[in-house]
């Protein structure tokens, strides 16, 4: 004798399941195999190597021990590399201060420093903006969390040049 299950045909439900399992498993390879391939290498085949000058307020001699040139600095927010730095320089800090006549004067401020970073960075234009490693948004006066090996640094994005 035959089962009732081996007379049963395919109903329209049956079919409309099987065609919604095959149409998800189709969408999703087209996301992760084509779409995804084709981001990764606009991404890659965009990046420019741009330079980016960073300023750093107010610090003491030891962090302008711990910045060095060939260092790469990173964003602390992602963990992505903004880029390695090449060029740093200090100066010392000048505070605007009021004097006894009432005007303001520019005065050395003691053992305290500025701090201008080169950092060569690879850049991705986008709509949106400037991102260094197609992922932390580069924006002129702007300030970042960020550290290197040897330090957790505050910086000022001033510029971003070719």
Known sequence: MVSDMAKRRPNIVDILIIVVILAAAALAVYKFGVVNKNEAAGVAEAAETRTVTAFIDEVRMPTVNALHE?????DEKTGACIGVIKLVSH?????SVIVADGSVKQVEYPDYYSVTLTIESPVIE??????????????ANSEMNTFTKYGKPVIKVTSISR
């Open 91 to 95: 100066a010392p800090y000048m505070k």
């Open 70 to 74: 060939g260092d790469q600095i990173f």
């Open 126 to 139: 986008k709509e949106e903006g400037y991102f260094a490693d197609g992922v932390v948004e580069l924006k």
